[in-house]
Structures are given as C-alpha cells and as structure tokens.
T-cell receptor, first 114, second 111 residues
Framework: KAGVTQTPRYLIKTRGQQVTLSCSPISGHRSVSWYQQTPGQGLQFLFEYFSETQRNKGNFPGRFSGRQFSNSRSEMNVSTLELGDSALYLC?????????????FGPGTRLTVL | EDQVTQSPEALRLQEGESSSLNCSYT??????LFWYRQDPGKGPEFLFT???AGEEKEKERLKATLTKKESFLHITAPKPEDSATYLC????????????FGTGTRLTIIP
C-alpha cells in the first residue's frame, strides 16, 4: 500500500507571496491532518479534515487555510508569506477518524521564505 | 490545554548501552499516546500506540510503557541505526485527530 505523499518536496518563496501544498493520503484514509514543524516549536497542529469538512483547527492565523476534496486529497494554502513561515509542513492521514487511529505521516514539504 | 514534555532533550549512548526516554503529559481525557521516530529530513515514522495505564508494547529493541502521567520508551542494547529523534504525542478524547507533540529526544548511538 502506498504511503502518504506530499508535493512539492521543496519550495522557495519570497515574503508576501502565497503557496499551495498538496497531500495525498493512504488509500482508504478519510482524515487528513496538517502540522508545521520548526526547530524552535516542534510539531504544531494546523488543522484536520474529514470527509471534506474541517473538524479541528489549531492556533494559527487566518493566512493558513486548507481544504479536502472528495477523493480525500487535501491542500493547504498560506497567503502573504512571512519569514517565520519557513518550516517543514507535514500531513498525516488516518482511516476512520472515529476511534483512536494511528496517523501516518508523509515526508513533508520544506518551505523556505526569503 | 494538553501538554507533553520529553526528557532528556538529547542522549548519547554507546552501542549496547540500554536507557530510557521519558514523556510526561497532561491531557483532558487520554484517547491515545503515540511514539514516533523521525530521521533528519523525513516525516515521523509510527512506532507505538498506548491506550491505558499499565499497557506495554514492544518492537525489536524498543519497549513502550504507560502510566497515568507519563510514558517511557526503553531501548535495549541499541545499535547505531537506532539514532533518530523520538517524538511522543497525545490525543485527547474531544480533539478529533489532533496530536499534541513533545519536542522530542534526539538519540545518538555511538559505535
């Protein structure tokens, strides 16, 4: 079974630009969560989508948004990029989302903001 | 607010030298505690899920245990390939899939 895939793997943007990251979950998984990982803060939860609906949201500004499609693929968007948005963005998928379920992570997208 | 604290921040061991990593947590109703391993430049790799106090799980040289306030990851006779950052995370009953992570323990095994 193929794992979680994320594209692109690396991205360089400048301040003020916007960026869209993509995540394809494991086949059959309906829940997709996004996390930001930085050396200072570790992994921080951004949001979670299940059946195209955002179920949970972390403490990030409105510049960070996401969506999920009917095939469970998800995208996250960051508008008006700031230097502090440089991070590894990870997505994770899990199956039913109803019970305690293991989340499997993708390799991440490394975003650098100049 | 859910919190996870891992210690030590970094640990260097000789090959074959056993030790334990600690994960202390506070959560409003534990649904599950997760251990992940992360290699540089890669996403976290799932190791274990623990659901209730007293539970133990093993995989090769790793053994995870859980109490009501903390979890331990015991590593027995480690090898250099066990070098990685080990992350602990908790999931609360009413947070859907949200995981709250600790900052990890960076483990280095010296040949």
């Amino acid at each position: 079974k193929a794992g979680v895939t994320q594209t692109p793997r690396y991205l360089i943007k400048t301040r003020g630009q916007q960026v869209t990251l993509s995540c394809s979950p494991i086949s059959g998984h309906r829940s997709v969560s996004w996390y930001q990982q930085t050396p200072g803060q570790g992994l921080q939860f951004l949001f979670e989508y299940f059946s195209e609906t955002q179920r949970n949201k972390g403490n990030f500004p409105g510049r960070f948004s996401g969506r999920q499609f009917s095939n469970s693929r998800s995208e996250m968007n960051v508008s008006t990029l700031e230097l502090g948005d440089s991070a590894l963005y990870l997505c994770a998928s899990s199956s039913s989302g109803q019970f305690t379920d293991t989340q499997y992570f993708g390799p991440g997208t490394r975003l650098t903001v100049l | 607010e859910d919190q996870v604290t891992q210690s030590p921040e970094a640990l260097r061991l000789q090959e074959g030298e056993s030790s334990s990593l600690n994960c202390s947590y506070t959560v409003s109703g534990l649904r599950g505690l997760f251990w992940y391993r992360q290699d540089p430049g890669k996403g976290p790799e799932f190791l274990f899920t623990l659901y209730s106090a007293g539970e133990e799980k093993e995989k090769e040289r790793l053994k995870a245990t859980l109490t009501k306030k903390e979890s331990f990851l015991h590593i027995t006779a480690p090898k250099p390939e066990d070098s990685a950052t080990y992350l602990c995370a908790v999931q609360a009953h009413f947070g859907n899939e949200k995981l709250t992570f600790g900052t990890g323990t960076r483990l280095t095994i010296i040949p």
